[in-house]
């Protein structure tokens, strides 16, 4: 019986993070960089160990096609969003300046997922 449970219990642990992988991009800027896809968020990470949390607001993994997602600094007045592309193993990160409305953008390319 204790088998058992622990089996159970076990794979209720592993099974947590059924969507979770990790994208190991080049940025023009960075070199490498590492994007944690979960449940419901993408961990941005550089090499100089700074970084950025995006909340997923649109997810289409299940389907191999993308994950989509928002992160807002009231105290810059940024706002990014990051589009992760399956077909073309890329990710495109926007920003905008809040307060003139200026935008840029950059895409992260050769990425190679793991789960």
Not at 9 to 23: D, I, K, P, R
Not at 29 to 53: A, C
Not at 58 to 80: A, L, P
Request: hydrophobic content about 35%; overall charge neutral; proline content about 1%.
């Amino acid at each position: 019986m204790k088998k058992i449970l622990g089996i159970v219990v076990l794979g209720l642990l592993l099974s947590g993070n059924a969507y979770a992988e990790t994208w190991s991009c080049e940025n023009h800027r960075f070199g490498k960089v590492m994007y944690d896809v979960k449940d419901t968020e993408i961990v941005l990470s550089f090499p100089n160990n700074d970084g950025r949390t995006f909340k997923i607001t649109k997810d289409q993994r299940q389907y191999k096609i993308s994950v989509y997602g928002e992160f807002s600094n009231k105290q810059t007045n940024f706002d990014y969003d990051i589009y992760m592309d399956y077909g073309d193993k890329n990710v495109i990160v926007r920003t905008q300046d809040a307060l003139s409305g200026f935008s840029r953008s950059y895409t992260d390319k050769n990425c190679a997922i793991f789960n």
